[in-house]
């Protein structure tokens, strides 16, 4: 397929997808060893590695600069890695050869572990079926194994207490396992913390799309669960976490608090309005001090309609040309996927698209969009207008824009939609 390519009436728009693409594929890794598995780098620039939490994080935007077979040899590889004696968590970090990394590897009782990467890596290997439709994402058996065992063996074994949800040792100690993505609050360490039970949630809700019911029944009562009691009303805000003395902690948790809207743990009512006001507040009080941090922002308020917030995030990592590998894959597929608001179901046929355009943005145009085995070209006119083009594919796509409805659009075909949305002021 040829290759992606962005345009706008914006240059700030060009220039920064034009960096980020070509800084997300210098750090291909495939072909630099004979050894080497197809990867890419994902983790600090001076270690040669890639990490569970980082590939979990950039491989949408991999799939969409044409990385598939890098994603699902590295996402393979971690599944395998979760054994019955490493108690079933994947290993933290591999070298681009496949070797586990020894500096956050000292014995299978003694290694990074976050429980958060745990179902990160269930739900985000399948959002790889949703954007390739390809089957190995199901089929595979070490990751169709890994996927019930992430929310099986590993939540069994590690649920001390019977609520349906995994607990860490509270020590503070990432080689004792964390319960948080948060590293930046070891001095305050939880048990169980709302990041976790978030990326379970998203987990849950993954494999129920693919396995049953079963699965969205944990998920709803999971939801239940955080939502009643999790909330204080006086603070206007959900918990971070647990702490260990089973009190919960209502602080400023960065991942730990914003997770939780973006996985949608926390609805969509008035009280995620109060508590996405929090997040922001505590974005310009406090902001995180890495980064790879901010990576997760525009996602979290695209998913929201904070649209103008999520924009502000963005031009962060923009502005940073920061060299941490997960900018630059992020800025791609914020770039892409979240301002023109794409949600895939290649196994279906099918695509879902609402824009996101900020007011600073009149017109943006992703050429050479894989989704599937098709090639497409979706052009966005503020919030008012969008045209799909179906350069190739296997039979006719489905494609639901906004609140405008459900159009069939054949292989060579265009479609041009208006919405009654109105453009942001």
């Not at 980020?20 to 994902?42: C, F, I, Q």
């Not at 609050?185 to 809700?205: F, R, T």
């Not at 019911?213 to 805000?237: M, P, V």
Request: charged content about 25%.
């Amino acid at each position: 397929m040829p290759e992606l390519t962005v345009t706008s009436d914006s240059a700030y728009v060009e220039n920064a997808f034009a960096w980020a693409r070509e800084r997300a594929l210098a750090w291909v890794m495939t072909d630099a060893a004979p050894a080497n598995l197809p990867s890419y780098w994902a983790g600090y620039p001076s270690r040669e590695m890639f990490y569970s939490r980082d590939v979990c994080h950039q491989a949408g935007g991999a799939h969409l600069l044409g990385l598939d077979a890098e994603n699902f040899a590295m996402l393979r590889h971690f599944a395998a890695s979760a054994t019955a004696a490493r108690k079933w968590y994947p290993v933290w970090a591999f070298h681009f050869d496949g070797e586990i990394a020894a500096l956050d590897y000292r014995g299978d009782d003694e290694f990074v572990r976050e429980i958060p990467a745990v179902f990160d890596l269930t739900w985000r290997a399948l959002e790889q079926y949703d954007w390739t439709g390809d089957r190995r994402w199901l089929d595979d058996p070490d990751l169709a194994t890994y996927y019930l065992r992430s929310v099986g063996e590993f939540v069994a074994e590690h649920d001390h207490d019977g609520d349906g949800v995994p607990e860490a040792p509270g020590t503070g100690d990432i080689f004792v396992g964390s319960a948080t993505y948060n590293e930046q609050d070891a001095e305050h360490p939880l048990i169980v913390a709302a990041d976790g039970i978030a990326l379970q949630y998203a987990a849950l809700n993954a494999l129920a799309r693919r396995y049953g019911d079963a699965y969205k029944d944990r998920a709803d009562t999971i939801q239940r669960e955080f939502l009643a009691s999790w909330w204080d009303e006086q603070q206007g805000r959900f918990a971070r976490g647990r702490t260990v003395d089973h009190g919960l902690d209502f602080g400023w948790g960065l991942e730990a608090s914003w997770i939780g809207p973006m996985t949608g743990l926390t609805g969509d009512g008035p009280r995620n309005e109060l508590f996405l006001d929090f997040v922001e507040q505590q974005l310009e009080l406090s902001p995180p001090k890495n980064i790879e941090a901010f990576s997760y922002l525009p996602e979290v308020f695209f998913r929201h309609g904070r649209d103008e917030s999520a924009w502000r995030w963005l031009r962060h990592l923009i502005d940073s040309r920061d060299d941490y590998p997960e900018v630059s894959f992020t800025v791609v597929h914020h770039l892409v996927a979240g301002l023109l608001g794409l949600r895939p179901d290649a196994a279906a046929a099918a695509l879902s698209i609402d824009s996101h355009l900020p007011a600073d943005i009149g017109r943006l145009t992703a050429d050479h969009v894989p989704v599937g085995e098709w090639d497409l070209r979706i052009a966005q006119e503020g919030r008012h207008t969008t045209e799909v083009t179906v350069h190739s594919g296997p039979g006719p796509l489905t494609v639901t824009v906004g609140s405008a409805g459900t159009c069939t659009i054949q292989p060579g075909g265009t479609v041009r939609v208006t919405t009654k949305t109105k453009d942001p002021s």
